[in-house]
């Protein structure tokens, strides 16, 4: 797995239309971290204990809908699942009120906590609210020794809810202290960076418990990270707050999955562009999270390509589109042939050249997933992450690809327009030709690769098909081998 998710799953019950109506959402901090992740393309499982109710039953399907796995199976038959009623400012600030005395969230015991499942992680998470009551303290401070023994990354948010804690904040600060030494990564709150001496203090903070990364986030002004003895702050986006609930937890999950993507492992992995991306991706979740109620509902999830929903569509589409590419571009060459096993070895080269750069895309992007996820152009993402001067290499071998593409392309096209025309072509209509060519490359790669390339890919399919059936019909008409390529 990506990511080992400990603690609560709860449900919040938000605000509905109509005066004093609630809506049942489920939710829970480690949860709603989880879920972001999956979202991102990450593998992620959830640790919690949940009651053996309706409730309880609603977030396991909850957590297997989105692709997290369960990893405590059982039901708790102590308590009722627990239950959050989410208060709103106008401003959309909220409050908790926890039915919870106790809940099932309480009981999540340590031999839940399999070291297999630590072992067989990248990055160990848990947050403050499952250090409040036992047995679930003690199974939250297991993950998370395990994790640092194992030498996996240990992340921690410092997310504090009175109502848990008695009001005792102090008791909360204890508890968090206890497990800093297993810490890698720590995220708190412009709210609750007091539990942990404040601002100034995290730099202290860092060197003696030896935290890599310390991220303080700061509501709509984005967030502060604190890394290798510098500060800097990320800038927050500007959008329409209709619910904060969640955000933090959309913030930090996708912080947490930008770090994965970018295929860091060990924290002495991390650096400063590391970390700045993964503090701006998280930004952007929880921007989009705040626009909408409840938290998981509002979680952002990767849109995907609709055109191209799974690899069996795109690699149709691949091979359609560069199939009719290659036949517009070479029927005009075979005029010019008289022998007929050249047209035959160009085709069986073509195809051949084909398929082994398909396999030397597809491949690569299978094996090294975590590393190019994020990526608009993943095989130089993970040409460059592999090794600088290949990424250069890349890049070159790229331009150089898409510019023979563009000529060969702009020969098929000139060479049908002047066998039409029975003369050369005008110079000013060639230059015309270049220049739209240019302009459809500045139009944007990502908008061509993700929408022009599968929508002709689509025709092309639906084309080669028409030109197998006109084939077909041709030949039993009589027309010989020649006549066919003509």
Request: charged share 20%.
């Amino acid at each position: 797995m990506d990511l080992y998710s400990i603690g609560e799953l709860v449900i919040d019950f938000t605000p509905g239309s109509e005066p004093a109506s609630y809506i049942r959402n489920p939710g829970g901090a480690p949860g709603n971290a989880a879920i972001v992740a999956a979202r991102s393309g990450l593998s992620v499982g959830v640790c919690s204990s949940v009651g053996d109710d309706d409730f309880g039953r609603f977030l396991v399907q909850t957590m297997e809908e989105n692709g997290v796995r369960v990893i405590n199976p059982n039901l708790c038959a102590k308590a009722i699942t627990t239950l959050a009623f989410v208060t709103l400012a106008p401003d959309g600030n909220r409050s908790f009120t926890f039915a919870r005395k106790p809940g099932a969230d309480m009981f999540l015991e340590e031999r839940a906590v399999k070291e297999e499942d630590i072992r067989n992680s990248a990055i160990v998470h848990a947050g403050s609210c499952s250090l409040s009551a036992s047995p679930a303290a003690e199974a939250t401070a297991r993950a998370l020794r395990l994790g640092h023994e194992l030498g996996k990354l240990v992340s921690f948010d410092v997310n504090y809810r009175n109502v848990m804690w008695n009001d005792n904040q102090a008791a909360c600060a204890t508890k968090v202290r206890e497990i800093l030494p297993y810490v890698d990564l720590l995220k708190v709150s412009d709210e609750e960076v007091g539990m942990v001496g404040g601002e100034e203090a995290l730099p202290g903070l860092m060197e003696e418990y030896g935290i890599a990364v310390v991220v303080e986030t700061l509501g709509g002004a984005g967030a502060r990270g604190f890394f290798g003895g510098k500060c800097w702050d990320v800038a927050g986006r500007k959008v329409p707050c209709v619910d904060t609930n969640g955000a933090g937890d959309a913030f930090w999950g996708a912080f947490l999955s930008s770090l994965r993507i970018q295929g860091v492992e060990k924290a002495g992995q991390l650096t400063e562009d590391i970390v700045r991306r993964a503090m701006e991706y998280g930004n952007a979740a929880g921007a989009l999270t705040v626009q909408k109620k409840g938290a998981i509902p509002a979680l952002p999830a990767s849109d995907g390509n609709p055109l191209l929903g799974n690899w069996l569509f795109s690699a149709l589409s691949f091979l359609s589109y560069n199939m009719m590419a290659a036949i517009t571009i070479l029927v005009p060459l075979t005029r010019d042939l008289e022998d007929e096993s050249t047209i035959r070895q160009g085709l069986l080269l073509g195809s051949g050249v084909l398929t082994v750069i398909f396999v030397c895309i597809l491949m690569p992007m299978l094996w090294f997933k975590s590393l190019v996820g994020e990526a608009e152009l993943p095989m130089l993402a993970l040409a460059s992450r592999l090794l600088s001067v290949l990424g250069v290499i890349y890049a070159l071998l790229l331009l150089a690809g898409m510019f023979t593409a563009a000529l060969s392309c702009l020969f098929g096209i000139t060479a049908r327009m002047e066998a039409r025309r029975g003369s050369p072509l005008p110079r000013w209509q060639l230059a015309a030709l270049c220049a739209a060519a240019f302009a459809g490359s500045i139009f944007g790669f990502k908008n061509v690769v993700s929408y022009v390339y599968p929508v002709c890919g689509y025709v092309g399919f639906f084309a080669l098909l028409g030109v197998a059936a006109h084939y077909r019909f041709l030949r039993k008409n009589g027309l010989d081998n020649r006549q066919l390529s003509h």
